[in-house]
T-cell receptor
Framework: GAGVSQSPSNKVTEKGKDVELRCDPISGHTALYWYRQSLGQGLEFLIYFQGNSAPDKSGLPSDRFSAERTGGSVSTLTIQRTQQEDSAVYLC???????????FGPGTRLLVL | DQQVKQNSPSLSVQEGRISILNCDYTNSMFDYFLWYKKYPAEGPTFLISISSIKDKNEDGRFTVFLNKSAKHLSLHIVPSQPGDSAVYFCAAYRLSSGTYKYIFGTGTRLKVLA
């Protein structure tokens, strides 16, 4: 498929464990975004990549959250020492150019017990 | 501080009628506004966008209207179809801010009744 893919689709983890979420954007898309949606909430911005650099990390909730992007393509979002409040759907999106309508992946549903 | 607000959590419309989804914003510096549709267990799908220099953009059954003086935008779906039943999010961003993060509203759940 040519869309944005994310893995895993679901992740259940214990409080205190680290998790790594992966995003494969649409080929050639230079801009990549991570959002999360908690139960009953809107989409909350986490981080934006242009190429491999992240001009805007302002949405990362704490220093337990980090993200990287390599080769201008795949991105990973890492959450260290997970907490129950980290439970949410983590969505990745990409766009050909910054600011264009971004295409979202199906999300990773994270549940921290 | 919620910069983008969707004050109606849900809306029900009869098939064939017009659906009007509303969105208000507080930041007059937003340059672009977008609407996304989201089905359960799927990521949001981009529908339509509008630049702040325009007041209307149309794409098939979907039209977005922007009223800058009122800081209000709306999405009109005509005619509404059962397949339009989904959660609709409006979003906005500023080009000049150096980032392209979208600020999303909390969504409106549309149900189109057959």
């Amino acid at each position: 498929g040519a869309g944005v893919s994310q893995s895993p689709s679901n992740k259940v983890t214990e409080k205190g464990k680290d998790v790594e979420l992966r995003c494969d954007p649409i080929s050639g898309h230079t801009a990549l975004y991570w959002y999360r949606q908690s139960l009953g909430q809107g989409l909350e911005f986490l981080i934006y990549f242009q190429g491999n650099s992240a001009p805007d990390k302002s949405g990362l909730p704490s220093d337990r959250f980090s993200a990287e992007r390599t080769g201008g393509s795949v991105s990973t979002l890492t959450i260290q020492r997970t907490q129950q409040e980290d439970s949410a759907v983590y969505l990745c999106a990409s766009s050909l150019l910054p600011g264009q309508g971004a295409y979202f992946g199906p999300g990773t549903r994270l549940l921290v017990l | 501080d919620q910069q983008v607000k969707q004050n109606s959590p849900s809306l029900s419309v009869q098939e064939g009628r017009i659906s009007i989804l509303n969105c208000d914003y507080t930041n007059s510096m937003f340059d672009y506004f977008l609407w996304y549709k989201k089905y359960p267990a799927e990521g949001p799908t981009f529908l339509i966008s509008i630049s702040s220099i325009k007041d209307k953009n149309e794409d098939g059954r979907f039209t977005v209207f922007l009223n800058k003086s009122a800081k209000h935008l709306s999405l009109h779906i005509v005619p509404s179809q059962p397949g339009d039943s989904a959660v609709y999010f409006c979003a906005a961003y500023r080009l000049s801010s150096g980032t392209y993060k979208y600020i999303f509203g909390t969504g409106t759940r549309l149900k189109v009744l057959a």
